[in-house]
């Protein structure tokens, strides 16, 4: 595993219990009743489900999220499945029962809660609020990216939906109230195309010589940006490029390296998603979680792992242009002028 910035240095893990592997739910669920009453909540050791958000766009800041059909509580394992560098994971669903019983009545799909790891974080309520917002942002560049490329269904980049679920229950959070992050289980294999600090997955596409990167990152110099100044503003992410180049030798693999190549360019510079990571296949494309956005204010606005423009600059070190990049009249010396 790559180590995040920021990380865990100096922060007390929590303790928790391993679920084995591929199972759901072993060691049971904690239940959390949306809005009950007095009596209700007592009996389970004050928990409920107060709220369920996401982050909005348009608004800027998050908005009620509507639970599924006849949704009465939520469940959250009781043991993890994993852990990243800033989170351990559980499995979450919505489900119909309206008191804890055996069997749980799961409505919709197979979801994943991710909470803090270290002790700090836990009652920090904008830890978690962070990772959806950055989630959502990432998602409306992936809408914007997804248009322009006009391509395959192989190649489209998408990050979940994620949900913050306000809970409460006694002796876990210190004014009562806490909340988990909650996104769709990803099925398949997880595989992680690029970090935040340079890393690329080597490609599993034949390379054919001449065809190569070096050639795309000359040539092209000026062609796209032109189009890309009249939307540089990120909150205005809907519009379609009047030109698109020819296919060449694109392969899915290249969608992820010139999506995050893509966010630094329609962004004018100050944005840039990487970390992408998640699942593939050829009827969805990319389905991803967990970005990290730098941005080149260095305020580090986007969380622990928003290295500014450093992490910009390692971006585009080790970052070839790719078919895709060229199709999208993407150049790596476009950027590099902005770093
Ligand atoms: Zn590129």
Redesign the pocket.
Same mark, same amino acid.
């Given at each position: 595993g790559r180590k995040k910035g920021g990380g865990g240095a100096g922060l007390t893990e929590r303790t928790v219990v391993q679920e084995d592997p591929g199972q759901v739910g072993t060691g049971g669920w904690d239940f959390y009743t949306i809005s009950p009453d007095d009596a209700t909540q007592h009996a389970n050791g004050g928990r409920a489900c107060l709220a369920k958000e996401r982050w909005s766009m348009d608004v800027k800041g998050f908005v009620a999220a509507p639970y599924g059909p006849g949704v009465a509580a939520v469940v959250h394992s009781r043991r993890t499945f994993g852990s990243g560098a800033e989170r351990y994971v559980y499995h979450f669903y919505e489900v119909s029962n309206d008191s804890p019983q055996t069997v749980m009545k799961f409505v919709g799909n197979q979801l994943t809660a991710k909470d803090p790891k270290h002790q700090e974080n836990v009652n920090d309520p904008k830890f978690l609020r962070n990772f959806c917002r950055v989630q959502a942002k990432a998602q409306a560049l992936a809408v914007n990216f997804n248009r322009r490329v006009q391509g395959k269904s192989a190649w489209q980049i998408s990050f979940v939906e994620c949900y913050i679920y306000t809970l409460t229950e006694w002796g876990v959070w210190e004014d009562g109230t806490g909340s988990v992050l909650v996104e769709p289980f990803l099925e398949g294999r997880f595989v992680k195309w690029n970090s935040n600090a340079g890393y690329v997955k080597p490609s599993q596409a034949p390379r054919q010589a001449g065809a190569g990167a070096a050639r795309n990152d000359i040539g092209l110099f000026g062609i796209g940006e032109d189009e890309e100044e009249d939307d540089s503003d990120t909150d205005s992410l809907d519009s379609v490029a009047p030109f698109r180049m020819p296919e060449g030798n694109i392969e899915p693999d290249h969608a992820p390296?010139?999506f995050s +190549?893509f966010t630094h360019s329609i962004t004018d510079g100050k944005d840039l998603v990487c970390d992408l990571q998640g699942v593939w296949n050829e009827t969805d494309g990319f389905m991803l979680t967990d970005p990290v956005i730098h941005h080149a204010s260095g305020k580090g606005k986007n969380g622990r792992t928003d290295r500014g423009k450093e992490g910009i600059k390692k971006f585009f070190e080790t +970052?070839? =242009? %790719?078919p895709l =990049?060229k199709r999208l009249g993407? %150049?790596?010396f476009a950027e590099s002028m902005r770093v």
């Amino acid at each position: 595993g790559r180590k995040k910035g920021g990380g865990g240095a100096g922060l007390t893990e929590r303790t928790v219990v391993q679920e084995d592997p591929g199972q759901v739910g072993t060691g049971g669920w904690d239940f959390y009743t949306i809005s009950p009453d007095d009596a209700t909540q007592h009996a389970n050791g004050g928990r409920a489900c107060l709220a369920k958000e996401r982050w909005s766009m348009d608004v800027k800041g998050f908005v009620a999220a509507p639970y599924g059909p006849g949704v009465a509580a939520v469940v959250h394992s009781r043991r993890t499945f994993g852990s990243g560098a800033e989170r351990y994971v559980y499995h979450f669903y919505e489900v119909s029962n309206d008191s804890p019983q055996t069997v749980m009545k799961f409505v919709g799909n197979q979801l994943t809660a991710k909470d803090p790891k270290h002790q700090e974080n836990v009652n920090d309520p904008k830890f978690l609020r962070n990772f959806c917002r950055v989630q959502a942002k990432a998602q409306a560049l992936a809408v914007n990216f997804n248009r322009r490329v006009q391509g395959k269904s192989a190649w489209q980049i998408s990050f979940v939906e994620c949900y913050i679920y306000t809970l409460t229950e006694w002796g876990v959070w210190e004014d009562g109230t806490g909340s988990v992050l909650v996104e769709p289980f990803l099925e398949g294999r997880f595989v992680k195309w690029n970090s935040n600090a340079g890393y690329v997955k080597p490609s599993q596409a034949p390379r054919q010589a001449g065809a190569g990167a070096a050639r795309n990152d000359i040539g092209l110099f000026g062609i796209g940006e032109d189009e890309e100044e009249d939307d540089s503003d990120t909150d205005s992410l809907d519009s379609v490029a009047p030109f698109r180049m020819p296919e060449g030798n694109i392969e899915p693999d290249h969608a992820p390296q010139a999506f995050s +190549h893509f966010t630094h360019s329609i962004t004018d510079g100050k944005d840039l998603v990487c970390d992408l990571q998640g699942v593939w296949n050829e009827t969805d494309g990319f389905m991803l979680t967990d970005p990290v956005i730098h941005h080149a204010s260095g305020k580090g606005k986007n969380g622990r792992t928003d290295r500014g423009k450093e992490g910009i600059k390692k971006f585009f070190e080790t +970052h070839k =242009c %790719n078919p895709l =990049c060229k199709r999208l009249g993407l %150049n790596i010396f476009a950027e590099s002028m902005r770093v």
